[in-house]
């Protein structure tokens, strides 16, 4: 149901039953290693492009998702993806692949939450018993795209983020007495905010007032406090972002406990590999949650966690024409 002024609750608690996580060789000497499903050696993949090669890292986790779940593709009622490449086009090969219904989502970093409130909203209320949503990056066509080539060799300022090279995906089913799996509760949907900062080699800065905005917005809307939750985790803001977060919220007189709120892109990687402010790209928050949060669940760690991806709505063109930048969060709550 609706209620306060921008979230859902899902009474019927839709299960995540599956995952599917895969990632490239940064990724595979991080400190995430052993959550991942699988691990590519290079960034190539087998492919003559990187942007192939994002679309294998997608196709490979919806393979697994389905694997893990003990389903068919034909099984899938939707598939819900995007991902930050022009017109979403390793999402769309790859579920010209998968022969699934497919609905392509834009939310910059923050569509992986928004494919997961989408998916449980749709589980919810019954527009379908299996869906499959989830998202992709990889380093090298978001440094093409966004900045410089790889090639380029061009130098970054300390608040600049290092795009995660992932794909995590969740297998989303009505909840049938599935024990000891985890999920959604509710979805807290944002509005798009604008501070009027245009570095774009400062995300975190740029999406910390969306994030404080639907963090806000989340606890009046379900009347809860921040202690409900063992952990707040957001997607990809990292120190810089994560450090301003916590100062807008407390001058709006909500106190988190900085133990209690954790970063995705600050979780992924070695301290000692050069990421600069930390991790992003939508396969940040996807791979870290759909694969070490929910591992730590199963295993007991946290019973209540908020997730909140964060996404910044720029353009290569919005760039080079100057503009600021519009940023987004979505949070969804999940349980076990």
């Given at each position: 149901m609706h209620i306060g002024k921008q979230s859902w609750v899902f009474e019927n608690q839709p299960v995540i039953a599956a995952t599917g996580v895969t990632g490239g060789p940064f990724e595979a000497n991080g400190k995430l290693a052993a959550d991942f499903d699988l691990l590519h050696h290079d960034l190539w993949m087998g492919q003559d492009s990187?942007?192939?090669a994002q679309r294998t890292l997608m196709e490979e986790a919806i393979q697994i998702a389905l694997q893990k779940g003990n389903l068919q593709?034909?099984?899938?009622?939707?598939?819900?993806?995007?991902?930050?490449?022009?017109?979403?086009?390793?999402?769309?090969?790859?579920?010209?692949?998968?022969q699934i219904p497919y609905l392509g989502i834009f939310g910059a970093c923050s569509t992986s939450m928004e494919g997961l409130a989408l998916a449980s909203f749709m589980i919810n209320y019954?527009?379908?018993?299996?869906?499959i949503t989830g998202?992709?990056?990889?380093?090298?066509?978001?440094?093409?795209q966004f900045r410089y080539p790889t090639e380029y060799g061009g130098q970054k300022p300390p608040t600049a983020q290092w795009s995660v090279t992932g794909a995590g995906v969740a297998l989303v089913t009505a909840n049938e007495n599935q024990d000891n799996l985890p999920y959604t509760t509710s979805a807290t949907?944002?509005?798009?905010?604008?501070?009027g900062l245009n570095d774009?080699?400062?995300?975190?800065?740029?999406?910390?007032?969306?994030?404080?905005?639907?963090?806000?917005?989340?606890?009046?809307?379900?009347?809860?406090?921040?202690?409900?939750?063992?952990?707040i985790v957001t997607g990809d803001l990292a120190k810089v972002g994560r450090s301003a977060?916590?100062?807008?919220?407390?001058?709006?007189?909500?106190?988190?406990?900085?133990?209690?709120?954790?970063?995705?892109?600050?979780?992924?990687?070695?301290?000692?590999?050069?990421?600069?402010a930390g991790a992003s790209g939508p396969g940040c928050s996807a791979t870290v949650v759909y694969g070490h949060l929910l591992n730590q669940m199963k295993k007991g760690v946290y019973k209540r966690i908020l997730v909140v991806a964060t996404g910044a709505l720029l353009s290569p063109l919005s760039v080079q024409q100057k503009d600021s930048i519009p940023c987004i969060a979505h949070a969804v709550s999940i349980e076990i």
């Open positions: 990187y942007e192939k593709k034909e099984d899938i009622e939707f598939l819900i993806a995007g991902d930050l490449i022009n017109q979403m086009t390793p999402s769309s090969f790859a579920a010209r692949t998968a019954n527009g379908a018993k299996n869906i998202v992709s990056s990889h380093n090298a066509t978001s440094e093409r949907i944002g509005k798009v905010i604008d501070m774009p080699f400062n995300m975190g800065g740029a999406m910390a007032p969306a994030a404080a905005d639907t963090i806000i917005a989340h606890f009046e809307d379900l009347e809860r406090d921040p202690s409900y939750y063992d952990l977060t916590l100062e807008l919220l407390e001058d709006k007189g909500l106190q988190i406990d900085e133990e209690r709120f954790q970063d995705c892109g600050m979780m992924i990687y070695q301290d000692d590999q050069p990421v600069q």
